[in-house]
T-cell receptor
């Protein structure tokens, strides 16, 4: 099973709302990732969790707050977002944190976020 | 950092045609993956191919690491092949996967 599950599939939120995106994998992977993708652009890395610890934050604004409660779950808490934050948010996982030889990254279906 | 260039940027095919998508990268890599992003946004793994040749049904891929390029071949294309094809590489410095800009493929019935 090479599945990364994301919920919700679609989310519309106001700029004063607080919401969360959730991601789950049961492949025993020890690295999990959040990517952001705008229309007609490639995915951009936001955060990397390695063995449940935040290892990379690509200078993401604090209105995005990641959380890794355990090795299977990854959350992205959203607060006071701006309309320009509307995008597809992709979760991914890999067996090991470093994408070295033989270590494939798997993506979820994504969560489409619209900020109004 | 490493540069990843994909060509052509857009490709329109008639159903049944064959195509070759190219990915050039500017430095040596130890991880290269091809993805297909369908119209619903899902990024689907096609190949993990840092070197050599692999085949999966109508799709095959070849990476010549010494010359820093990879090719994705699609034979007998189908409308379901439409979408964006991304090449992504990793150089080993950290967990950051660098994507190309993607190739948008449209297969017409």
């Amino acid at each position: 099973d090479t599945e990364v599950t994301q919920t919700p599939k679609h989310l519309v939120m106001g700029m004063t709302n607080k919401k969360s995106l959730k991601c789950e994998q049961h492949m025993g992977h020890r690295a999990m990732y959040w990517y952001k993708q705008k229309a007609k652009k490639p995915p951009e890395l936001m955060f990397v969790y390695s063995y449940e610890k935040l290892s990379i934050n690509e200078s993401v604004p604090s209105r995005f707050s990641p959380e890794c409660p355990n090795s299977s779950l990854l959350n992205l808490h959203l607060h006071a977002l701006q309309p320009e934050d509307s995008a597809l948010y992709l979760c991914a996982s890999s067996l090991l944190p470093f994408l070295s030889s033989g270590n494939t990254i798997y993506f979820g279906e994504g969560s489409w976020l619209t900020v109004v | 950092g490493i540069q990843v260039e994909q060509s052509p940027p857009d490709l329109i095919l008639q159903e049944g045609a064959n195509s070759t998508l190219r990915c050039n990268f500017s430095d040596s890599v130890n991880n290269l993956q091809w993805f297909h992003q369908n119209p619903w946004g899902q990024l689907i793994n096609l190949f993990y191919i840092p070197s050599g040749t692999k085949q999966n049904g109508r799709l095959s891929a070849t990476t010549v690491a010494t010359e820093r390029y990879s090719l994705l071949y699609i034979s007998s294309s189908q409308t379901t092949d439409s979408g964006v094809y991304f090449c992504a590489v990793f150089t080993g410095a950290n967990s950051k996967l660098t994507f190309g800009k993607g190739i948008t493929l449209s297969v017409r019935p």
